[in-house]
């Protein structure tokens, strides 16, 4: 069974470039959470995807955004990338909700410079 | 603000001993319990989830929930070397929230 797969794995952007993250969540999860991930902060989430819809979403500014597919593929989007919005994007998947267990991908390690 | 209390660490034991990790949260309301472990350079894995109160117990893992204390912990048993990594509880009331995790090292 393939477990949940973020692609690409590494990006190196430019301030104010934008970006967008892809992740595809094991077979037959319809929940697609997002976060970041920094030595400072720890990991921290960005939001939930459900059935196409945003459920739940974390206090980061509205560059972040994220939508999701009817195949339960999920894209997160950042805009305006600022030099610390460098770190470790993670996305999990899960069955039904965050709280029915969830899975992480590999994550997308982005630099900003 | 919801919030996950771990310490940091880092947290030394020696191989075959049980190693001990806690964590306090802050939201009454909170149901769901997950340990996460993260080796350096890897994303987090999923060891175990709790819901109830008391013990869960998989493989060389238990799982210790008590909800009236907002604590709950994680017993590794017999720990060996490749359990030597960082240790994340989560939780989960409106959106999931992390502690900052504990890093284990277990010696030979």
């Known amino acids: 069974k393939a477990g949940v797969t973020q692609t690409p794995r590494y990006l190196i952007k430019t301030r104010g470039q934008q970006v967008t993250l892809s992740c595809s969540p094991i077979?037959?999860?319809?929940?697609v959470s997002w976060y970041q991930q920094t030595p400072g902060q720890g990991l921290q989430f960005l939001f939930e995807y459900f059935s196409e819809t945003q459920r739940n979403k974390g206090n980061f500014p509205g560059r972040f955004s994220g939508r999701q597919f009817s195949n339960s593929r999920s894209e997160m989007n950042v805009s305006t990338l600022e030099l610390g919005d460098s770190a470790l994007y993670l996305c999990a998947s899960s069955r039904d909700s965050w709280d029915t267990e969830a899975f992480f991908g590999q994550g997308t390690r982005l630099t900003v410079v | 603000q919801k919030e996950v209390e771990q310490n940091s660490g880092p947290l030394s034991v020696p191989e075959g001993a049980i190693a001990s990790l806690n964590c306090t949260y802050s939201?009454?309301?909170?149901?769901?319990f997950f340990w996460y472990r993260q080796y350096s350079g890897k994303s987090p894995e999923l060891i175990m989830s709790i819901y109830s109160n008391g013990d869960k117990e998989d493989g060389r893992f238990t799982a210790q929930l008590n909800k009236a204390s907002q604590y709950v912990s994680l017993l590794i048993r017999d720990s060996q070397p490749s359990d030597s990594a960082t240790y994340l509880c989560a939780f989960k009331s409106y959106i999931p929230t992390f502690g900052r995790g504990t890093s284990l090292i277990v010696h030979p």
């Open positions: 077979s037959g999860h319809r929940s």
């Open positions: 939201d009454r309301v909170s149901q769901s």
